[in-house]
């Protein structure tokens, strides 16, 4: 999640409509200006005993940040409630290192020309991280959720926007919390042309994001058990805050582009606005009444072009629009597949043939297919029904074939001369065994492990 550190007077204030379609429009690049920019989050324990380090404790995860400056890294502060400065993010050339609510860390990756220089990247950070780990006795988990974790267990950073959240989330729904301090995801965010090209990219990539979400199921457990889904974490989403979340029916509607998302975010409820290094709460009231000065909170002022910024971060469906498209159906996961999540999605929409053959397989499924899949997808994964007959196993197939093709038509080599396609291996190797991460887990799980989850810890990085 973004990281606001300061606040600036010159910053433009909101007079009409078109400033909030403003930063939609300023995202459309050329294709030879398309970038790829991969999130993804891990899981933090301490080696000895497996708990979640604070994040002021010796070796907590505020050590774990000012030991990343070593690497080149510059410190992001905020200031906390009773005036002290807190590191919690860092800034640098590989994008930034941030903190989501219970100390997950974070890297948002710089945008990339290619998947080489991703994988290249996240290389470099889980590098880092683990040299950093190791003097402080950390480890770092790639899963989808806490698999043995209790809300009361986890620790809380000191971020204003986090503290707002958290009292607000189960005034919404029942799985907000563990949403925040529980799960962790792998993400991309891509570009577009021109907002043709946005609608079609966002319906073809939402309509598919369940299988993504199967693909990458890999949240089976919780507090020491298996849940009884392969992807927890997608189910969470289900409960956590409605306004916010879902697939989005509307994307689908003729006419959507640019101001029917803008109008959409308008009914999204605030959460929080930043004033002079702080946030105010501002959870469940309406942007459209800060437009008019009416913000019960700052009455008489009006919002600024960084509000309006500010406000695109907080809605969380499974696609997102800002000033780029942002995919955000599968679970954390370890490196094979932090570089196999881009593969998968620029593969489909950074070739014209690619997304348009992808569009063909989903554009007549109906509102109702597309909730049902988003439904029963974190239980089933490749599992479950396919629109038109079949599996997402079989949908699978075809959908990794279209990617394959999209990368090699984009003919992005690395010095040895390889294309893009063989980050898709891992897909691939799931598509055929028709066994995603989470079943292979629980196979240990009732097999090897002889039902002690503590050794799911000899999974990380």
């Known amino acids: 999640m973004s990281t606001r550190d300061a606040s600036t007077a010159d910053d433009p204030v909101i007079e009409g409509f078109d400033q909030l379609v403003a930063p939609m429009i300023g995202g459309e690049k050329p294709p030879t200006s398309w970038r790829i920019g991969t999130e993804h989050e891990k899981l933090v324990f301490k080696a000895a005993d497996h708990r979640a380090p604070a994040y002021d404790e010796p070796c907590g995860i505020r050590d774990l940040l000012k030991g990343m400056e070593k690497f080149g890294w510059s410190p992001v502060e905020e200031r906390g409630p009773d005036g002290t400065r807190n590191v919690i993010a860092l800034k640098g050339a590989d994008g930034a290192v941030s903190l989501e609510p219970a100390g997950q860390l974070e890297l948002s990756g710089a945008p990339l020309e290619n998947l080489h220089q991703t994988c290249a990247e996240t290389g470099r950070h889980l590098a880092q991280v683990k040299e950093i780990g190791e003097q402080c006795g950390v480890g770092y988990l790639g899963l989808g959720m806490w698999p043995d974790k209790t809300r009361a267990e986890l620790p809380v950073m000191p971020k204003g926007r986090y503290e707002i959240m958290l009292r607000h989330m189960p005034r919404v729904g029942t799985m907000g919390l563990d949403m925040m301090l529980r799960t962790c995801t792998i993400q991309v965010n891509l570009d577009y042309r021109s907002e043709a090209d946005m609608v079609k990219k966002f319906r073809t990539s939402l309509a598919l994001q369940p299988l993504a979400t199967a693909l990458f199921a890999n949240s089976p457990f919780t507090e020491g058990k298996p849940n009884g889904f392969l992807s927890y974490r997608s ?227």
């Open 235 to 461: 189910h969470i989403w289900s409960d956590t805050d409605p306004a916010r979340t879902g697939m989005l029916p509307f994307v689908f509607e003729d006419g959507f582009g640019y101001e029917r998302w803008a109008r959409y975010m308008l009914d999204v409820p605030m959460y929080f606005v930043f004033r002079d290094g702080k946030y105010i709460d501002a959870a469940g009231l309406s942007f459209r009444d800060f437009m008019q000065g009416k913000l019960s909170v700052l009455p008489g002022e009006r919002p600024t072009q960084s509000d309006w910024w500010d406000h695109l971060s907080t809605a969380f469906p499974e696609v997102r629009l800002k000033s780029f498209l942002e995919m955000r159906g599968a679970d954390g996961g370890p490196w094979s597949r932090i570089c196999a999540l881009p593969a998968f999605w620029v593969g489909l929409l950074y070739d014209q043939g690619a997304l348009d053959a992808a569009w063909d397989l989903v554009k007549d499924w109906s509102m109702e297919e597309r909730e049902r899949l988003r439904g029963e997808v974190p239980r089933l994964a490749l599992a479950t029904r396919a629109p038109g007959g079949g599996t997402l196993q079989d949908l699978g197939r075809e959908v990794l074939a279209i990617a394959h093709a999209g990368l090699k038509a984009r003919a992005r080599l690395n010095a040895a001369g390889d294309n893009e396609t063989g980050y898709l291996e891992t897909l691939d190797e799931i598509v055929a065994s028709g066994k995603v991460p989470a079943q292979r887990l629980l196979d240990a799980y009732h097999g090897e492990w002889n039902g002690n989850i503590r050794r799911v810890y000899e999974q990380s990085f």
